[in-house]
Nanobody, 115 residues
Framework: VQLVESGGGLVQPGGSLRLSCAASGFTFTSYAMSWRRQTPGKERELVASIGSVARYTNYADSMKGRFTISRDNVKNTVYQQKDSLIPDETAVYYC?????????WGQGTQVTVSS
C-alpha cells in the first residue's frame, strides 16, 4: 500500500496550491479519502474528506470556501485545491485512506506559507 503526496512547497500569503495524493496497492474506490495537517506540538487535524464515490465532502469550518477536495477514481488520486493561503496554514499535509477500521497514511508534504 502506498499513498504518495506531492505539490507542497513555499507559497506567498494569498497564494494557491494544489496537493495530489497518488494511491496504489488497495482498492481505491472502496475507501474514503481525507487530508489532514499537523504543525509541531499540535495534533493532526482534519482539513477535508471525501466519500469513496465522491457523493459527499466534509470540510473543517475554517477551511470552507477556500479548500476543495476532489478525487479521480480512474487515476486513483485525491486532490486538495488550496486558495487564499495564510501563514497559519503552514503545516505538513497528510493524505489518508479509510475503510471501516483500516486506515492508511501517506508520508506527508510540507506546505509553507510565507513572504
Amino acid at each position: 500500500v502506498q499513498l504518495v503526496e506531492s505539490g507542497g512547497g513555499l507559497v506567498q500569503p494569498g497564494g494557491s496550491l494544489r496537493l495530489s495524493c497518488a494511491a496504489s496497492g488497495f482498492t481505491f474506490t472502496s475507501y474514503a479519502m481525507s487530508w489532514r495537517r499537523q504543525t509541531p506540538g499540535k495534533e493532526r487535524e482534519l482539513v477535508a474528506s471525501i466519500g469513496s464515490v465522491a457523493r459527499y465532502t466534509n470540510y473543517a469550518d475554517s477551511m470552507k470556501g477556500r479548500f476543495t477536495i476532489s478525487r479521480d477514481n480512474v487515476k486513483n488520486t485525491v486532490y486538495q485545491q488550496k486558495d487564499s493561503l495564510i501563514p497559519d496554514e503552514t503545516a505538513v499535509y497528510y493524505c489518508s485512506a479509510r475503510r471501516s477500521a483500516t486506515v492508511y497514511w501517506g508520508q506527508g508534504t510540507q506546505v509553507t506559507v510565507s513572504s
